[in-house]
């Protein structure tokens, strides 16, 4: 895949049905900085030292501090909104079936997120979609993070 953004897919309800498989793309590179992660400890009160002490979380094994592991998952979004159904007039985040944080996401290392369809089935009134959320980080042989997270597209 090219360092860019590449581009997600658009398609209707019925086209959906051809999506397992389908590799969404991925976003831009971006970094994580220590600033976003004290503003997500700030929102979530989770001020745990290995978030927002780069000081005393240089002594850990991870030598600086890393973002949550929610914060990870929520990196995920841009990429998950990769697919347009054109058809739909709602589209919601129905929820998650597993997630996983493989390796941490380091302050000041580079990540972008991926999305890949791996199944869709009808639901009343629209269509149901799974999809693989990854989290990678430049230079790095584990992801940050990996959901299944599952989206419902309606008429």
């Known amino acids: 895949m090219s360092e860019s953004a590449t581009p997600g897919w658009e398609t209707d309800m019925a086209g959906v049905a051809r999506g397992p498989g389908r590799h969404l793309g991925f976003t831009e590179w971006q ?22 002490d780069p000081e005393r979380a240089a002594a850990t094994p991870f030598g600086g501090t890393i973002a ?9 979004a841009p990429a998950t909104q990769r697919l347009h159904v054109t058809d739909s007039t709602t589209a919601v985040n129905y929820g998650l079936d597993r997630v996983r944080f493989p390796a941490p ?6 990540w972008r997120a991926g999305a890949e369809i791996a199944e869709a089935e009808p639901v009343k009134g629209g269509v149901q979609v799974k999809m693989v959320a990854t989290l990678e980080m ?10 299944e997270c599952v989206f419902r597209y309606y008429a």
């Open 68 to 76: 949550h592991g929610f914060l990870s998952l929520a990196l995920l």
């Open 138 to 147: 430049r230079d790095s042989e584990r992801p940050a993070c990996v959901a």
């Open 31 to 52: 970094t994580v900085t220590q600033p976003e992660v004290d503003r997500f400890a700030d929102l979530t009160n989770d001020h745990n030292f290995i978030h927002v």
């Open 105 to 110: 996401l380091l302050v000041g290392a580079q």
